[in-house]
């Protein structure tokens, strides 16, 4: 039996949470996870490298790379072969810190986002009052 998954911080959800092709109805959906579009942000978009992306998610650069490699393989099937796109799920947990925000602190300062969640997804902010 696999032990279970550690808990990936992310920041926040994306605003938008659906894309498709216009004027095509498609072939179908593919699910991009919210660690997997974490990853493609901090390195696509924030510019970050691996280890600092890898940090702020709280994973290591390993695990970090193999996210990346998923979320990228998933997110260009959907734009090459016509699929809808729907952004949900996953094995995380909400950071919305601000001191975690400003200084990308993760390892080495304490577990911050820790907590316990339903498996596939631990949703917004396990250890924070709603």
């Avoid at 092709?21 to 959906?29: A, I, N, Q, V």
Wanted: hydrophobic share 25%; aromatic share 6%; glycine share 16%.
């Amino acid at each position: 039996m696999p032990r279970p998954k550690r808990l990936r911080c992310i920041l926040g959800e994306p605003s938008v949470n659906k894309f498709g092709p216009h004027g095509f109805k498609g072939r179908g959906e593919i699910t991009l996870s919210l660690e997997e579009f974490e990853a493609i942000r901090h390195i696509d978009f924030e510019g970050l490298d691996q280890s600092q992306a890898a940090q702020i998610m709280d994973v290591s650069r390993q695990t970090f790379g193999r996210i990346l490699k998923s979320g990228r393989y998933n997110l260009s099937n959907a734009l090459v072969n016509g699929y809808h796109l729907k952004i949900e799920g996953g094995c995380y947990t909400m950071d919305t810190s601000e001191q975690r925000r400003q200084h990308g602190h993760g390892r080495g300062n304490g577990r911050r986002c820790g907590g316990k969640g339903p498996a596939g997804r631990a949703g917004k902010g396990w250890n924070q009052q709603e």
